[in-house]
């Protein structure tokens, strides 16, 4: 068979649904027992922006195998900045992608529990082929007035809006490679953050000779896109985030888990 790529998106109309949480103790997480910190990167776009929607984040190709290469899982969490502290190990910047054992991930997870992360709901796992690369998303749609249009009408002008949308939320694309004689997977992610500015800004125009005054809006924001390229064995896991990605209006901040599972065969 001539598998194609799985792509997952989750446009949701909510930006993000956490889970509720009980008594909250803001207290430091506990520090990661780290194998190793993984190089990253921090890309912050302001002005004009917004997520693309993920499946034209994903890239097609078709390869002669017969079995997915792994099943990649992502648990997504909004976490209070200051439980995060030095103990998550981020560097100047507040940012951290650390590999660790999955049983300290695990540890880390019920850690976050503690002090009450909020679980972000979506899509949580992605089947990939080797070397594609594939995308999850919890992203809010929003529709705004991009422009006006001109018709005529028996004699008269009408200016109807023309309606577009912009996606914020999260974007989380992965790709992957595996070595089999090693039996190691490479992976290269990148976690995007994006929040736009509340309500609109709004600027009235004339429509060209006629000189009619419409008001269309212009949706602003900040993207920060996180970068990483990790080398995980059988019994390791992925540790990323930190402070420098604010995820919601509450001033919580992203933390991803990420793990890697050789996929079953068809």
């Known amino acids: 068979m001539k598998p194609s790529l799985l792509s997952i998106a989750s446009p949701s109309l909510a930006l993000l649904v956490f889970a509720s949480c009980a008594a909250v103790?803001?207290?430091p997480l506990a520090p990661l027992a780290v194998a190793r910190?993984?190089?990253?990167?921090?890309?912050?776009?302001a002005g004009r922006t917004g997520l693309q929607p993920a499946s034209a984040n994903v890239r097609f190709e078709a390869f002669d195998v017969d079995t997915p290469l792994m099943t990649l899982s992502l648990k997504l969490y909004a976490v209070e900045p200051e439980c995060v502290g030095a103990a998550f190990g981020a560097n100047a910047a507040?940012?951290?992608?650390?590999?660790?054992?999955?049983?300290?991930?695990?540890?880390?997870?019920g850690d976050l529990a503690r002090v009450g992360a909020a679980n972000i709901d979506g899509p949580s796992q992605l089947t990939l082929y080797d070397g594609q690369r594939a995308s999850v998303s919890v992203a809010r749609q929003e529709a705004y007035v991009a422009d006006f249009e001109l018709t005529a009408n028996e004699g008269s002008t009408i200016a109807d809006p023309r309606i577009d949308t912009v996606f914020e939320g999260v974007l989380f694309v992965a790709t992957a490679k595996r070595d089999q004689s090693a039996h190691t997977t490479a992976i290269d992610v990148e976690l995007t953050v994006c929040r736009l500015d509340h309500p609109f800004?709004?600027?009235e125009v004339e429509l060209f000779e006629h000189a009619l005054p419409v008001t269309i809006q212009v949706p602003n924001g900040i993207s920060r896109r996180?970068?990483?390229?990790?080398?995980?064995a059988a019994d390791e896991a992925l540790v990323f985030g930190g402070v420098a990605l604010p995820v919601d209006a509450h001033g919580?901040?992203?933390?991803?888990?990420?793990?890697?599972?050789p996929a079953v065969a068809n």
């Not at 910190?37 to 776009?45: A, G, I, R």
Request: aromatic share 2%; proline share 2%.
């Open 25 to 27: 103790e803001h207290a």
């Open 37 to 45: 910190h993984e190089p990253l990167k921090l890309v912050v776009e």
């Open 94 to 109: 507040g940012l951290a992608a650390l590999a660790c054992s999955r049983a300290e991930a695990q540890r880390f997870e």
């Open 201 to 203: 800004a709004e600027h």
């Open 226 to 232: 996180l970068t990483a390229h990790t080398v995980l």
């Open 252 to 261: 919580r901040v992203l933390i991803a888990v990420l793990r890697a599972d």
